[in-house]
């Protein structure tokens, strides 16, 4: 096994492999297999998550004036997303027409607001079992992150409720195009800055993705079942309770917010181990009303092992392990 350097909040994306190249699929390859594994809902292929907000926003008939809740501390990229379109807010208000309900880290949120508001499931690094309940929060759409969950270069999904919405979805797919230069910025930002930002200041607004980004896409999802099995093995090693969790809840977090001490600040601070560093995590898992804690973020996606982590932080190992411990009381 190699042991890395240091680990981020979600797995290093992978290039497209030489057969992606050469094999031949479609959006609508993909949202069939995504159906197969969850045929209740009506999912819908972006270029990524938040090409597929936008998509939604605009399909709801959102403009300027009209303002849509979202938790403070969100990234940049989300503010600027619902910027294309509507007004972001981070407070209450009677106004707000449409609310993102952030299930930060794969850890299903609640929400209180009134019906009247339209919920956005802001799933975006959360794995999902197959059969689980995407839309634990009742929203009308739920958006999952591709990078984020799978490691693949491109791609966001918007999971619908019902087969009109997915339809006028795709609709705004196809009149947006497919942009293999902004593929191209993205398949290059890892190694530079400016191609990341060029990829970011169009982001927002895309439609499509061409076929190599496609069939990784395809070749990745259809690796779910094996990812959840490896996840499950993995959360079963580091906490039974957490294996038990992710069974019950049908979703496998990409991080678990661990109590900052001073020798675990050290350690996500000091050492270089987690490229992430300290976060902040909303323990009242609520909205809109919320409570944030700072957290060290313990990454547990695809990429990493419990014998990795271990290595990382002896802390973690069974003879040690009470010396370690989360806000959610798995450890």
């Known amino acids: 096994m190699t ?3 240091s680990i981020f909040l979600w797995p290093d994306p992978q290039s497209p492999s030489l057969g992606d190249v050469f094999r031949r699929t479609s959006a609508y390859e993909i949202e069939d297999l995504l159906r197969s594994y969850w045929p209740e809902i009506f999912p819908v292929l972006f270029s990524s998550a938040r090409s597929g907000l936008t998509a939604i926003l605009q399909h709801l008939g959102l403009s300027r004036p009209d303002l849509v809740w979202c938790p403070p501390y969100s990234s940049h990229c989300l503010f600027e997303s619902i910027g294309r379109v509507a007004t972001p807010i981070t407070e209450q208000s009677n106004k707000v027409q449409i609310a993102l309900i ?3 880290w794969g850890f299903p949120g609640f929400h209180q607001w009134p019906e009247s508001v339209i919920i956005i499931e802001d799933s975006v690094d959360t794995l999902f079992l197959p059969n689980a309940d995407i839309f634990s929060a009742g929203g009308r759409f739920a958006i999952q992150s591709l990078p984020k969950v799978y490691g693949c270069v491109c791609g966001g999904v918007v999971f619908c409720r019902n087969e009109k919405d997915a339809q006028a979805l795709i609709n705004i797919r196809k009149q947006r195009g497919i942009s293999r230069i902004q593929t191209l910025l993205r ?9 990341y930002l060029y990829w970011h200041g169009a982001e927002s607004l895309r439609g499509g993705l061409p076929n190599t980004a496609l069939c990784q896409i395809l070749r990745k999802v259809n690796m779910l079942p094996k990812f959840v099995q490896n996840r499950l093995d993995f959360l079963s090693d ?5 294996a038990e969790h992710a069974k019950n809840t049908g979703c496998i977090p990409s991080n678990l917010p661990i109590i900052v001490t001073p020798k675990i600040k050290k350690i996500w601070c000091s050492n270089g181990s987690f490229r992430a560093g300290l976060r902040n995590f909303n323990i009242s898992r609520t909205a809109p009303y919320v409570k944030w804690r700072t957290v060290a973020p313990l990454p547990l996606h695809i990429d990493v092992d419990y014998d990795e982590l271990c290595n990382l932080i002896p802390m973690l190992k069974h003879e040690n392990k009470s010396e370690v411990k989360d806000e959610l009381g798995f450890f």
Do not use: E, G, V
Request: without cysteine.
């Open 238 to 242: 580091l906490s039974p309770s957490l």
């Open 3 to 5: 042991i890395r350097k």
């Open 187 to 195: 398949m290059l930002s890892s190694r530079s800055r400016s191609a």
């Open 102 to 104: 952030y299930h930060q």
